[in-house]
Each structure stands twice: as C-alpha cells, then as structure tokens.
C-alpha cells in the first residue's frame, strides 16, 4: 500500500514547526544580496527562480491562494505542498516548481467542495466526503488521473502528516492504494509504465503536407523580409515576420522531435554539422529539463540548421534591444539605495540574462512592451494560427509535433512509408535506433523511448484490427488468426499486449511479415505472391486496392503473346494467387464476386 506506513495517524507529542515567516522563495543580485520574493504565509507564492524552463508564462510561476477556504484547511495545504517541494515524498525526489503549481491548482475545487460542506481541517474529512467526490469527478467525466489529480493534497496531507497542525486521523483509501482508489488500474497503470500512451493525435499526413509547403514558402521569403526590415520599412515584431517566426517554430518542432520547452530554449549558435565517413551530420543543441539529461543534441536535415540561422537573424533587433533593457537595469539596480526596493529589478534581471541568446522571442505589448521567450500558451496560438493560414481545419499543437516524427520514424523504419524520411533525416534508410543513439550519446534519450512506444501503439493498433471479428484477412498468418478468433481468450486486451510487446511486424507494401527469426530473407518485397501463402504473412483490408493492380498487372501480361511457356506458366500462377488474395476478402475477380465464409464472431 502506497504510504501506508501507519494506518493512524501518530499522536502530535511535537507541535510542527511555525512556517509563517519561512522564504519559500528569493533572488540572488550581483553582489550576492538575497532578496525575498513568498513567504509561506504570503497570499502569493512566487516560485519564478525556480523555473528552468524558456516556455512557462509568468502566470504559470505564482501560486495565487484560495482565500475562501478556512484558515487552518488552507495552512495545512501549504505546509503539505512545501514540504513537497523542499524534500520530496519518501524515496522520492523533491517537486519541481512547475509540479507545485500545477498540484496546488488542482486542490482548488476539492478544498472548496469541503469547505461549503462544513469541513475545516484534513482531521475532519470522513471516507464518505472522499467517495462523494470521487463520484462527482467521474459524473464530470474526469479520467482517473483527473481523480487523482483533484485528490492528491489528501495523500500529500497524509504523507507528511507529522509536519501539519491537523492532518487526517487515518489513512485515506482504506485498504487499497491512491492510484487503485482513483480508477489507475488495468490499461491505464500499464500506459503510465511506457506501454503506449497515445493520447496525443498524430498530425494527418495531409495536413503535414500543406503545413510544410505553407511554411516552406513563407520561410523562402526571408531575406526578403529581412531586406525591408533593415531598411526601416518593416518592423521586428509586424505581422509577417510573427509568420516568419511561426513557420520556423512548426519547422523546427516537426523536424527536430523536440518538445516546446526545448525549442523555445533553442540559443543563438545552436546548430552544428559533422564530417563523419564523408557523410554530414547535423545537429541542434538545447537544454532538456523533463527528465533532468540537461544539455542534449538532436540529429536534424540541414534544412534544420537553415530555420536555425534565419531564426537567428530574426531575432536580432530584438536580442539587441533586450541587451539594452539589460544595462538599463543594471545601472539602475546600482543606484539604488532601499535593498528592499532591488526585489523585481533583479527578478526582470534575471529573466532578460537567461532570454538575450534566445532566438524565438516576441514582445509583451500589455506589460511595457517586455521582450521575453515565446511562452508554451503562445506556441499554441501560435500552432493554431499557423494551421487557419496553411488552410487547415486541424487544431495544431506544439506537442503534436514529438509524437507525429516518433510516428513517422516508425512507420517509415517499419516500411509503412517510404524511406525517404529515414534518408532526409537520418542519412541512412535502414539505421536502427540503437545506432542512432549510438552515434551521439549527448542526444535525448526520452526521445527514442517515444519512438518504442509508437511501435507498440502501432503494433497493438494492428493486432487489435486483426483480432475484430468484422476484420477479413488473408496470408498465412492471416489465414491463421481466423481461425484463432474461434477459441475464447479470457482476457483479449492483455492478449494483444503482451504479444506487442514481444512481436516484430514489417510491411511489405502488399502485406504485413511477422517473421521473427527466420523467413524469406526480404525476398518477399520483391516477389509478392510469396507472401500469399506464407505462414509469416499476414494481408489486410489496408492492402486490398495493392492486390487488385497485382492481379491486372498479371492479366494484361497474360495477353502478351512474345513470352514463352515458361513465363506464362508463371504469369498464370501468380494470377491465382493475387485472386485468391482477392477473393478472401469478398471483392470482384474478373465480374465475380467470390463467396466468403462467415467469420465467427468470437474475439480474441
């Protein structure tokens, strides 16, 4: 049981420490002076020096407290919360920053749900109020990490328990764990192990299409702009070169598999090339704060390293005029008698040193025309902007981009799209993962574990098409799996799981090869009327359309007359076969429809 040290509380023989007057947070200045920003018994917790991170907006970095919730309800939340934040859970690590800011949001609705009904303190909240709303968070549709969300300050209460005026008398959950008391169970515990996620769309490969040309043709038009803008005729910050900046942000995302944080975070000099077996290599460095790997490198095509050096000059004029602001400050923090008065100075300071290298800025106009990195919420609006001037009705998002490169990796690595991209971006169409991380171990490697999880997403999604009941299929193996969907699984989900997790499945561009270990040797691709019968093979609607044209092409050979025996002998074998294919899905050969069996109705 999670936590669950001690079904009761100890008793408070040692009052907790007084945390009213205790620095949550502070800034340092340039002579080491500390300048206090939150308090614990602040209304506001400016948790600012704490964020690494190039893409948080300024409101996502102050925690404004509830001041609807009663006192002591609210002072246990924040001693909770801090102690969170300062040491961790037991043995774990201590809360990032942006994790607080999030928890404490989240809190929010269930600590104003006890107070209108009655309840002041952690000590008075009985398992009746806990199932109530539970309830309410499923009747709101919420998933179970939406539960676990909302509810996470009572654990977190019962978790430090020994540091609160009034923590909860017992353990919450009674005889189960948090996550199983919130619905985490089943799919959705193997989901949070790495086994597939999936929640994030894929970018349709139509859309992918008309944003690249969209944003190939604004980018072509940059030293054109750049041309006005030097001349005085354009400004930094006008409508077409916010264009410009958001063609190289979906440029870059789609290219790199960077997550926003790190594009954003992208600095002037970032990209580099290397001569390796007199092949050029390119890569984009940033700073990766998910995982804690720090600085990281990304294999991009050259084209990367172009959207690298226009962004670059893009943002000059307005680097420029941040170095500016930056001496202005300066200058004014030293003239400066009142210590007191330094406390926003030095924090602006700060932020103006850690953005001057940025290369995506933009201008704050409602706060004095501030110059600052694009935030994550104007990424998105920026994605969505960009999507309604491609012509697209997609609802584009910095995020889509990481899983849409993993995807195509995948199917492009799997033989599902041509190799073409492997060949762009990677210089090779037949590299595997491990050589690709090999090739750099200063690159990501939370990156290549999204990568695995696409081909198990990919590979589930096939193997829970293949097991529907509704599903024709044809090849050996194909022919195979119909006649297990007669034999009752007991779980079907996990069925398909487990066999994902240990299949290897290719295409062929007429089928699918499910050959582990021995095979065809890829004679196969060449030869697609091996595949009819093979016990590796497994052929599915998506291919129909592909054994058609086989199946003409072989016709209007059998009408040549210059041929010989030999090779008509062959054309009429291969003739059979692709009508065979044909004809196991119930679809017309030569006027005919052929007849098919019904297909039990049993799933595996």
Same mark, same amino acid.
């Given at each position: ?19 009213? *007057? ?49 006192? &002591? ?18 043995? *774990? ?20 749900? +006890? ?35 909302? #509810? ?28 199983? /008391? ?28 008309? +944003? ?12 054109? @702009? ?23 942000? /979906?440029? #870059? ?48 095509? &050259? ?12 943002? $000059?004029? +307005?680097?420029?005029? @941040? ?20 406390? $926003? ?117 096939? +193997? ?22 007669? &034999? ?36 196969? #691709?060449? $030869? ?77």
């Amino acid at each position: 049981m999670v936590d669950n040290l001690a079904i009761r509380a100890a008793p408070h023989n040692v009052r907790p420490p007084d945390l009213t *007057y205790t620095v949550v947070s502070e800034v340092i200045d340039d002579h080491g002076h500390k300048h206090v920003l939150s308090r614990f018994d602040d209304a506001r917790w400016d948790l600012t020096p704490y964020f690494e991170q190039s893409n948080i907006p300024e409101s996502m970095k102050t925690i404004v407290w509830p001041v609807d919730v009663p006192p &002591s309800l609210l002072k246990d939340t924040k001693a909770a919360l801090f102690e969170w934040f300062k040491f961790g859970r037991p043995g *774990y690590k201590a809360a990032i920053a942006r994790t607080i800011f999030i928890a404490a949001v989240n809190a929010g609705p269930f600590l104003r749900w +006890l107070t209108q009904h009655g309840v002041k303190s952690f000590n008075e909240i009985k398992p009746l109020h806990l199932a109530t709303f539970r309830q309410l968070c499923k009747d709101e549709r919420l998933r179970p990490r939406g539960v676990k969300s909302r #509810l996470e300050i009572v654990d977190l209460a019962w978790v430090f328990r020994d540091h609160l005026h009034e923590p909860p008398g017992k353990y919450p959950w009674g005889d189960m764990s948090f996550a199983a /008391y919130c619905g985490l169970m089943g799919h959705e515990v193997r989901s949070s192990a790495g086994l597939g996620v999936g929640k994030t769309p894929v970018i349709p490969r139509e859309v992918q299409s008309a +944003l690249f040309i969209h944003c190939e043709r604004i980018f072509n038009q940059a030293e054109n @702009l750049f041309s006005q803008r030097d001349a005085g005729t354009l400004g930094p910050s006008t409508e077409p070169m916010r264009d410009l900046r958001d063609a190289c942000l /979906y440029l #870059l995302s789609i290219t790199s598999g960077m997550r926003n944080d790190e594009v954003i975070g992208i600095e002037v000099g970032a990209g580099r090339r290397e001569l390796r077996d007199e092949v050029e290599y390119c890569w984009v460095t940033s700073v990766e704060h998910k995982t804690g790997k720090g600085r990281v490198e990304y294999l991009v095509p &050259s084209m990367t390293l172009k959207v690298v050096e226009v962004l670059e000059r893009y943002s $000059e004029p +307005l680097r420029v005029a @941040l170095k500016d602001e930056i001496d202005a400050l300066e200058a004014s923090i030293a003239q400066m008698g009142d210590a007191s008065g330094r406390r $926003e100075f030095v924090k602006r300071l700060n932020q103006a040193r850690g953005d001057v290298q940025r290369v995506f800025l933009g201008v704050i106009y409602g706060k004095n025309n501030q110059i600052t990195a694009l935030s994550g919420v104007a990424s998105r609006v920026a994605m969505l902007r960009l999507a309604v001037k491609a012509g697209q009705d997609w609802k584009l998002s910095p995020h889509q981009c990481r899983r849409t490169y993993a995807r195509t990796f995948v199917e492009s690595r799997m033989g599902r799209q041509a190799l073409v991209f492997l060949k762009w971006q990677f210089k090779h169409s037949s590299i595997s993962m491990s050589q690709l991380y090999a090739a750099n171990p200063a690159q990501d490697p939370a990156l290549y574990e999204d990568m695995l999880t696409e081909y198990f997403d990919i590979k589930r999604d096939l +193997l829970e098409t293949w097991s529907s009941p509704d599903q024709h299929l044809s090849g050996g193996a194909g022919r195979k799996i119909l006649e297990m969907r007669a &034999s009752a699984v007991p779980d079907r989900e996990r069925l398909v799981d487990n066999t994902a997790m240990q299949i290897n499945i290719r295409a062929t561009g007429h089928g699918w090869c499910i050959a582990q270990d021995s095979g065809c040797g890829g004679a196969g #691709l060449y $030869e697609s009327t091996r595949c009819v019968d093979c016990r590796n093979s497994v052929i599915d609607e998506e291919h129909i359309a592909v054994w058609q044209g086989i199946h003409e092409q072989h016709r209007e050979m059998l009408e040549l007359d210059d041929l010989g025996p030999v090779a008509n002998a062959r054309i009429r074998r291969d003739l059979a076969l692709s009508a065979k294919v044909i004809a196991d899905f119930g679809v017309a050969v030569n006027g005919v429809i052929a007849e098919i069996q019904p297909i039990e109705s049993s799933q595996i």
